[in-house]
């Protein structure tokens, strides 16, 4: 050891140096195995079964069936937004090959938008059977939140027939053995909406309580709009009269800064990946789009939308940097989306009436 630190300060700071270890050896030596649970951490993310066989755990479930709820509707990039791709209510000005695709009806199988907002809308099943199951088990007489979850599970498999061709599987994965199912047609699929449905009706019967209420007009809506899938007409329409569904109902999906944006704002007027509607689409190429109502270029009163401007004056491009972007005002961060509402009950009944040929009942 070199004699300049055994002197003076030098042999202080030794000193010091050798207390620090001791009490360092000390210290460790209190741990008898490094593995204790003071030096352990859980993972987060990994949550088994038994974490939430508890009333609070049943609370959550019925919590995280709404919030799927909402990814399949605007709370994230699901087949209402992209859907309008196909349909032209939308063009698409994104650098997403995937949104190409689906505006150009060259939809490919391995397309992993698709596949994501198809596994979300099994997730949202996946999630009431769940709920519904731990609430049988810990809120046995409860009627609320599982009819709530009848409601998310029956809007899930409506969408699914209504998104996607037959052959679809309605598997259960709520256990911990996946009971897997063969597929099923798109009459099926609606069937099996509609039983969801009348779950949740059944659950509510006459209560006057004001969620009540609500959930029960809400239910009443989805199973229309299920019934029309099957043709079954009559029956939709008279399912929503306005003395059981009235005009001014709406089933809302709200947002707020803190939790997350309206996806349709997010995608359309602010990251501008989605164009509105026109008959003519390409910029300079003048692409013309058969049998697409032209909602921008006619105006159309149900969708103000409009060109935007730089501060430099130069007309906004969409986020691919080239197609001029045309947005809609409709849309704000945190504007209220119904999931179901009052005009969806007349839409049936109007339906209904035309099926039935009594075009009067709708003056």
């Known amino acids: 050891m070199p004699s300049y630190i055994t002197h003076g300060r030098g042999a202080s700071r030794l000193a010091a140096a050798r207390r620090a270890t001791a009490l360092g050896l000390l210290a460790l030596g209190a741990c008898s195995n490094v593995t204790e649970p003071l030096l352990e951490a859980d993972d987060p993310d990994i949550i088994a079964p038994g974490d939430i066989s508890s009333p609070s755990g049943a609370v959550g479930l019925y919590r995280g069936t709404l919030l799927r709820l909402n990814d399949i509707a605007a709370g994230d990039e699901s087949t209402w937004l992209f859907g309008g791709l196909l349909a032209d209510e939308y063009g698409t000005g994104s650098t997403f090959v995937q949104n190409d695709e689906a505006d150009r009806r060259l939809v490919q199988t391995n397309n992993s938008s698709v596949t994501g907002m198809y596994r979300r809308l099994n997730q949202v099943r996946t999630a009431a059977n769940q709920g519904l199951a731990a609430y049988a088990e810990h809120f046995r007489d409860s009627t609320t939140s599982p009819a709530e979850m009848y409601f998310a599970r029956g809007f899930a498999e409506m969408q699914l027939a209504q998104d996607f061709c037959s052959a679809i599987p309605l598997s259960n994965g709520a256990g911990e053995e996946a009971v897997l199912a063969g597929p099923s047609t798109t009459a099926q699929v609606f069937t099996a909406s509609v039983a969801s449905y009348d779950s949740a009706l059944a659950r509510l019967g006459s209560s006057t309580v004001a969620r009540n209420v609500t959930i029960t007009r809400a239910a009443r809506v989805g199973k229309a709009r299920a019934l029309l899938g099957l043709g079954r007409f009559v029956e939709a329409g008279a399912l929503v009269t306005p003395t059981l569904v009235p005009t001014s109902f709406s089933y809302d999906q709200t947002f707020a800064l803190t939790s997350g944006d309206n996806t349709i704002w997010a995608q359309v007027p602010s990251a501008r990946r989605y164009l509105v509607g026109d008959s003519i689409e390409?910029?300079?190429?003048?692409?013309?789009?058969?049998?697409?109502?032209?909602?921008?270029?006619?105006?159309?009163?149900r969708v103000p939308a409009r060109f935007s401007v730089t501060a430099r004056g130069d007309t906004t491009r969409s986020q691919d940097g080239s197609t001029i972007s045309r947005t809609t005002t409709l849309y704000g961060r945190s504007t209220p989306i119904p999931k179901v509402n009052g005009l969806d009950a007349r839409l049936n009944e109007a339906e209904a009436a035309l099926q039935d040929n009594t075009p009067g009942q709708l003056l």
């Open 282 to 301: 390409g910029n300079a190429r003048n692409i013309i789009v058969r049998n697409n109502l032209p909602f921008f270029s006619a105006n159309d009163p």
